[in-house]
């Protein structure tokens, strides 16, 4: 078969470094220098044959979601597989929405990613293991609240926690601004005027 073209985005260079090494030792594979931004990313796949991104959903200054949907709507003929720490649920949903054929722990095994390249180059979607059981779950789960999306209920269990919503920001990698905005509009649609009963709402319901 003719070599699969795949890079690897991340911020941590150490951590690309290790990836390369390790993808390195699969003779079907070609792997280009890794990247840690869009505008790096955008430049490789504007003059490489790449196939098969390895994408990090946490990016220094910039979301790896935002980033795998204008790819992914830009360059349709490349496949996406992220690779992530990231184990909740809607990380997975939106990851899938956004255009992503597979998602991965980083404390998967070189067989685990190995075989998800395999598969995602071939054009067959990649979910097994742990993810797996996180969808499975989610499908079964009872639908006996759905007034929030996943991340609107991922926010409220943060600020229950007692987060604020910088630390909101930075662990969803997405703005201020944006954790605002779903902010306000979970307060809409619970009828609520303040935190305090938001948080109330989500424990009387056991959202939380």
Do not use: W
Request: charged share 30%; net charge neutral.
């Amino acid at each position: 078969m003719k070599k699969i073209n795949i890079i690897v985005v991340d911020d941590h260079e150490m951590f690309r470094s290790g990836m390369e090494s390790l993808l390195k030792k699969n003779v079907d594979f070609e792997v280009y220098p890794g990247v840690g931004t869009k505008s790096e990313l955008d430049q490789v796949l504007s003059s490489q044959p790449i196939q098969i991104i390895l994408l990090d959903i946490s990016l220094a200054g910039e979301s790896g979601l935002d980033l795998l949907e204008a790819a992914a709507y830009k360059y349709p003929e490349v496949k996406f597989i992220m690779i992530t720490m990231h184990e909740e649920i809607q990380y997975v949903k939106e990851s899938l929405r956004k255009g992503a054929m597979g998602y991965l722990l980083k404390e998967s095994g070189e067989k685990e990613l190995f075989e998800a390249i395999y598969d995602v180059y071939q054009g067959k979607k990649y979910f097994k293991n742990k993810i797996s059981d996180l969808l499975i779950n989610d499908i079964s789960a009872p639908t006996q609240d759905k007034i929030l999306s996943d991340r609107e209920l991922t926010i409220v269990r943060m600020v229950a926690d007692g987060k604020i919503t910088k630390e909101i920001a930075d662990k969803l990698s997405i703005s201020v601004r944006t954790v605002e905005t779903h902010r306000s509009k979970i307060m809409k649609k619970l009828n609520v005027s303040n935190a305090s009963e938001m948080i109330r709402y989500a424990y009387d319901k056991k959202l939380i």
